[in-house]
């Protein structure tokens, strides 16, 4: 078992952040955490409703409240996959670089394109051409997944308990440099 802060999975729709965050909490012995499931849990919603009910801006609201609960909660030592906009907000950002180990899962447009294609759990692309609508996303949202990231990882055509296994991999060098130069 590797001793390590929160980590908290950071990417865009599609890249595959509770499925690999499932595999490593359950590899690390920690609990596992889906920030959009905490939040359709305190909503009593899911989140295309409060998307429609209160805009993207209510459902940023909501996702700050719960990052910042979560990270400032006794529930340390978690896993977290995050939804693909988190790091829109500023206050999310530093949120983000000040309290946990941050793992940027990388997907190209047509990674995402390809694993989102059958979703219908996903507001932002029910309007519109998804192709440029993931590539406009990704233009915006990939130099903040990597301001924030402590550790990138390629996701692209990788089974995700390979993607995990390279998580678990990159965590252990990153910590063991960390206590090296400490």
Known sequence: MIKAPNIILVGPMGAGKTTIGRLISQSMGKEFY????????NAGA??????????????????????????????GDCVFA????????EENRDILRDNALVVYLYASVAQQLYRTSKSNHRPLLQTGDPKAILK????????LYREVATLIIETDARHPRSVANRVLDAIRRHLKMETTVS
């Open 136 to 143: 406009k996303l990704f233009e915006v949202r990939d130099p």
């Open 82 to 89: 995050t939804g693909g906009g988190i790091v829109m907000r």
């Open 34 to 41: 889906d920030l959009d499931k905490v939040i359709e849990d």
């Open 46 to 75: 899911d989140i295309p409703w409060i998307f429609e009910r209160e805009g993207e801006e209510g459902f940023r609201r909501r996702e700050t409240h719960a990052l910042s609960a979560i990270v400032q909660s006794d529930t």
